[in-house]
Antibody, heavy 121, light 106 residues
Framework: QVQLKETGPGLVQPTQTLSITCTVSGFSLTSYYMQWVRQTPGKGLEWMGFIRSGGSTEYNSEFKSRLSISRDTSKNQVFLKMNSLKTEDTGVYYC???????????????WGQGVMVTVSS | DTVLTQSPALAVSPGERVSISCRASEGVNSYMHWYQQKPGQQPKLLIYKASNLASGVPARFSGSGSGTDFTLTIDPVEADDTATYFCQQSWNDPFTFGSGTKLEIK
C-alpha cells in the first residue's frame, strides 16, 4: 500500500538550513508528482512546492528564494531543503503525493504523518 | 494569491446534516478539494474537484459548487466526524488552503 514518511531534525537554529527526507513506498516517484506542505501557527496550511514525475520543480514564490526540492528515485526519497530559517518557520512539514489531471487538477491523495520542526536558538 | 474563506467553527448533534462553506476570492473553476484533519494527524483527502468522493470516504460526505462558492456536506453527522475541515484550490498559482472549519459534535 501507499506509504509516506518524513524524517528530519526536531530543532533547527535560526539562520540555519532545514533538511527533511520523505521516504515513499507503494508507488513510483517517476509516475507521480510529490509536494511539500507545511502547517504553522501563524499561517496554517501552506503549499511550498512540488517536484514533477519527470524531475522538474515548481515553487510557491513565497519560498522560492530559499527552498529546494529534489529526489533520489533509486531510494524512493524526496528531499526538502530550506535555508535562512526564521522562528516563523516553526511548524509541521508534510510531504504528500499529488494526483494530477489537466490544468488545475492537482490534489493531494496521500500524506505523510508530518515532522514537527522548531526553529529556536 | 487566491484567498479561501471558511467559517471558523460549527457545532452540530449526531444525525444532523451540516454544510461547511468555502468562498474563493477569485474563480477556481471546479478545482476545489476538501480535506479532513483530526487532532495530531495529517490531512486526509475527502472530496476532489468539488464533488468527487475520494476512495474509501463514506457516502455521507458530499461536495458541491463551482467558481467561487463551494460546500462540503456531511449527512448524517457522526461522532467520529469531529475534526477540522480544509478547502484547497489548485486552479490558481500558488495552490492555497482555507484556514479550516473546526467541527464539534455535541
Amino acid at each position: 500500500q501507499v506509504q509516506l514518511k518524513e524524517t528530519g531534525p526536531g530543532l533547527v537554529q535560526p539562520t540555519q538550513t532545514l533538511s527533511i527526507t520523505c521516504t515513499v513506498s507503494g508507488f513510483s516517484l517517476t509516475s507521480y508528482y510529490m509536494q511539500w506542505v507545511r502547517q504553522t501557527p501563524g499561517k496554517g496550511l501552506e503549499w511550498m512546492g512540488f517536484i514533477r514525475s519527470g524531475g522538474s520543480t515548481e515553487y510557491n514564490s513565497e519560498f522560492k528564494s530559499r527552498l529546494s526540492i529534489s529526489r533520489d528515485t533509486s531510494k524512493n526519497q524526496v528531499f526538502l531543503k530550506m535555508n535562512s530559517l526564521k522562528t516563523e518557520d516553526t511548524g509541521v512539514y508534510y510531504c504528500a503525493r499529488v494526483y494530477t489531471e489537466a490544468k488545475g487538477g492537482y490534489y493531494f491523495d496521500y500524506w505523510g504523518q508530518g515532522v514537527m520542526v522548531t526553529v529556536s536558538s | 494569491d487566491t484567498v479561501l474563506t471558511q467559517s471558523p467553527a460549527l457545532a452540530v448533534s449526531p444525525g444532523e446534516r451540516v454544510s461547511i462553506s468555502c468562498r474563493a476570492s477569485e474563480g477556481v473553476n471546479s478545482y476545489m478539494h476538501w480535506y479532513q484533519q483530526k487532532p495530531g494527524q495529517q490531512p486526509k483527502l475527502l472530496i476532489y474537484k468539488a464533488s468527487n468522493l475520494a476512495s474509501g470516504v463514506p457516502a455521507r460526505f458530499s461536495g458541491s459548487g463551482s467558481g467561487t462558492d463551494f460546500t462540503l456536506t456531511i449527512d448524517p453527522v457522526e461522532a467520529d466526524d469531529t475534526a477540522t475541515y480544509f478547502c484547497q484550490q489548485s486552479w490558481n498559482d500558488p495552490f492555497t488552503f482555507g484556514s479550516g472549519t473546526k467541527l464539534e459534535i455535541k
